[in-house]
Structures are given as C-alpha cells and as structure tokens.
C-alpha cells in the first residue's frame, strides 16, 4: 500500500448464476479497504483481472460501518502484550459475505463471541484446541484474535501424498471435542478446514466462531456447506457426527477418494 490512504482489496469472491443449466460467472463481489474504512462492490470481471484492470477509485462502493465490524472491548477479556509474532497469526473477520444476509450485516458480534469463548479456552488451555493469546485492541474495539500459527489445514494437509496417521488424527480431535465439551463448549462446525496441522501432523481444533454452550440455540453463523446440522441447539451429537463423517474421510477412505 503506498499510502494509508490508497485503496485495496481486502477480500474478493466470485459469483455465479445458473443459465440454461449451466453456471456461467456474473460478477466479482470484492470488499475494498482504505485507511481503516471498509466497502463493498461488485465489479463484472474476474479475479485475475480485478488487479490489473480496475479502477478501484471509480467504483460504486457501499460503506461498511466500523461499528459492525469490530466490536467494541469488554473488561475481562486479555488483550495481546505486544504485536503479533512470525509465529502467531491473527484473525480478523471476513466480510465478503456483508450485506448476503441478515446475520452478515453485524460480524463485530462473532468476533465478540469468539473472542469470549477463547477468553475460556485461555484459561484451560489442552493441546488438541488452538493456543489462544488474547486480542488486539485500538480505539477501544477488538480488531483482531490471535492464535497459534499452524502449518496447514486438515484439509490442505488431505491433498498432500504423503502417509498420514488418521487413527492418531481422529483420537486426538476427539481429546481436542472431549475438552470442549467438559467446559461446556459445543463446536458445531467440525470439518477440514477448521482442523490445524502442525509441522509434526498433530492436530487442533480451531475457529470457534460457531461455538456456543451447551443447550443454547445455534447462532446465526452458517455451519461450512456440506457439513451443516440438523440439530437447532447446541448439543455434544453435533461435534460426534461431524467426527463421524472426519473419521470416513481420514481412516476408512483411500487418499485418491479423501483428495478428490
């Protein structure tokens, strides 16, 4: 960024319609920042030629207000000594769904949740559940939760042909689920992309953004496509049959089935 100032493209995700059966693209959705303030466009190219070819200054953009974004800090909850390091990655919210719904249009309140359940998690730390180190703080809002940095995602580490230990796998996500349920924490949205690898192929839960105690109502976040839930509270069965279905992919299928 040459400047605070100058924009850029935070996120960028493509959009389809259907068309005489087939889906033919419609346009780019892509959320743009500058100087700390976030809008949203649709532009109708694709992403490879969004950097090249777009005037981004010429777009008919829609502001995102801070306040949706991130929420603002509450006593109680640690806040990161320091900036980040190489070895610690921070999450901030996605916003490139903004707008899609009616739970899209207030992220701050996710992270505020999250930001809560990992407070917990902190204070009891196992070593199948994502380190946690507390949040970054400016203007007095949450900006960021920061975590351990792992290699990879289950799922990227699934497309690698290279053996895998999935008996060890699965035993430790169940120890990482069985933790979170002793502190009355209900995951409820297991699946590859929210399992971290690390250097050695041992596993941690992590993205508790969908994470709610025991017995509550689901929350408006959407659980991953294909991986959704039947239940509408927040029960241990929603972890289990998720594990369930990590179990077929990691132990009981080929690598040519789990890579496909």
Same mark, same amino acid.
């Given at each position: 960024?040459?400047?605070?100032?100058?924009?850029?493209?935070?996120?960028?995700?493509?959009?389809?319609?259907?068309?005489?059966?087939?889906?033919?693209?419609?346009?780019?959705?892509?959320? #743009?920042?500058?100087?700390?303030?976030?809008?949203?466009?649709?532009?109708?190219?694709?992403?490879?030629?969004?950097?090249?070819?777009?005037?981004?200054?010429?777009?008919?953009?829609?502001?995102?207000?801070?306040?949706? #974004?991130?929420?603002?800090?509450?006593?109680?909850?640690? #806040?990161?000594?320091?900036?980040?390091?190489?070895?610690?990655?921070?999450?901030?919210?996605?916003?490139?769904?903004?707008?899609?719904?009616? %739970?899209?249009?207030?992220?701050?309140?996710?992270?505020?949740?999250?930001?809560?359940?990992?407070?917990?998690?902190?204070?009891?730390?196992?070593? $199948?559940? %994502?380190?946690?180190?507390?949040?970054?703080?400016?203007?007095?809002? #949450?900006?960021?939760?920061?975590?351990?940095?792992? %290699?990879?995602?289950?799922?990227?580490?699934?497309?690698?042909?290279?053996?895998?230990?999935?008996?060890?796998?699965?035993?430790?996500?169940?120890?990482?689920?069985?933790?979170?349920?002793?502190?009355?924490?209900?995951? $409820?949205?297991?699946?590859?992309? $929210?399992?971290?690898?690390?250097? $050695?192929?041992?596993?941690?839960?992590?993205?508790?953004?969908?994470?709610?105690?025991?017995?509550?109502?689901?929350?408006?976040?959407?659980?991953?496509?294909?991986?959704?839930?039947?239940?509408?509270?927040?029960?241990?069965?929603?972890?289990?049959?998720?594990?369930?279905?990590?179990?077929?992919?990691?132990?009981?299928?080929?690598?040519?089935?789990?890579?496909?």
């Amino acid at each position: 960024m040459a400047s605070d100032q100058s924009l850029r493209i935070y996120e960028s995700s493509e959009a389809f319609v259907e068309k005489d059966g087939d889906w033919v693209f419609h346009s780019t959705k892509v959320i #743009i920042e500058q100087g700390g303030q976030y809008f949203s466009a649709s532009i109708p190219k694709r992403r490879p030629q969004l950097a090249a070819t777009t005037d981004l200054d010429r777009l008919c953009k829609t502001v995102i207000p801070p306040e949706d #974004i991130w929420p603002l800090y509450e006593p109680g909850i640690s #806040i990161l000594t320091g900036s980040p390091t190489a070895e610690q990655f921070c999450k901030r919210p996605s916003l490139i769904h903004y707008g899609d719904t009616e %739970a899209s249009l207030h992220p701050g309140r996710e992270l505020l949740k999250e930001a809560k359940v990992c407070e917990i998690l902190k204070q009891q730390p196992h070593p $199948n559940v %994502a380190a946690y180190f507390g949040c970054i703080v400016e203007g007095g809002r #949450i900006k960021g939760l920061v975590f351990q940095k792992y %290699a990879m995602t289950l799922s990227q580490r699934l497309r690698i042909p290279k053996p895998l230990d999935g008996t060890r796998c699965i035993r430790d996500i169940e120890e990482g689920l069985r933790h979170l349920h002793s502190l009355g924490l209900i995951h $409820n949205d297991l699946n590859p992309s $929210n399992i971290m690898v690390d250097d $050695n192929d041992g596993v941690v839960i992590t993205d508790f953004d969908s994470c709610e105690h025991e017995g509550m109502e689901l929350g408006p976040k959407t659980c991953t496509p294909g991986w959704e839930l039947t239940s509408k509270l927040a029960v241990p069965d929603n972890d289990y049959s998720n594990l369930s279905r990590l179990r077929n992919l990691v132990v009981d299928c080929p690598l040519s089935v789990v890579c496909s």
